[in-house]
């Protein structure tokens, strides 16, 4: 993984904790469907919409299936009004659903990174790897269906095929 990318992302994630919790807009646009709002937008990304494509900016509201893309420069976090923030790095490509009452962030392609903080169920999904998120933040990236994961702090479940561990936080990554 980008050494460069992941010192840095560390440090924003802490500067994005206090938008972890809902903001006003949440409430009055919780009627129309978003679940969670872009905090940061630096570069040119998409959000993917059914069959309708958007050029990204801060402060687009997500919805539940909404995918987000990101160009060869951009970096793109958004924050789910009860669930993680979630920090997509350049080429990457997400999509966020909800599965009963569990969030799924989906990385198809690229390199993302979950901080969750423990007070809803989140589950960090590549092709068959998935990762259970508790109170933790996990770096996952995928290319061409290999996959890696890295629990940077806090505690997570791996689930792989039939394998389910427990990640410690070590400075290693598990490749699967």
């Known amino acids: 993984m980008n050494s460069r990318w992941q010192t840095g992302m560390l440090g924003f994630a802490l500067l994005l904790l206090p938008v972890v919790s809902p903001h006003p807009r949440a409430n009055?646009?919780?009627t129309n469907g978003y679940v969670g709002t872009v905090t940061l937008c630096q570069g040119t990304?998409?959000?993917?919409?059914?069959?309708?494509?958007y050029t990204l900016v801060r402060a687009a509201g997500i919805r539940v299936g909404d995918a987000i893309e990101t160009g060869a420069n951009a970096t793109v976090a958004f924050s789910i009004d009860d669930g993680p923030v979630v920090v997509v790095a350049p080429q990457s490509y997400v999509v966020l659903t909800r599965a009963n009452s569990t969030w799924e962030v989906h990385l198809v392609e690229g390199e993302t990174r979950c901080i969750h903080d423990g007070n809803s169920s989140c589950d960090l999904l590549a092709g068959k790897c998935g990762v259970a998120l508790e109170r933790s933040i996990v770096q996952l990236e995928s290319r061409q269906q290999h996959v890696t994961v890295e629990l940077v702090a806090g505690s997570a479940k791996l689930?792989?095929?039939?394998?389910?561990?427990?990640?410690?936080?070590?400075?290693?990554?598990?490749?699967?």
Request: hydrophobic residues 35%.
């Open 45 to 53: 990304s998409w959000l993917r919409r059914g069959n309708l494509g």
């Open 159 to 176: 689930k792989s095929g039939r394998e389910t561990r427990y990640l410690v936080p070590n400075g290693l990554s598990v490749q699967v």
């Open 28 to 30: 009055a646009e919780a």
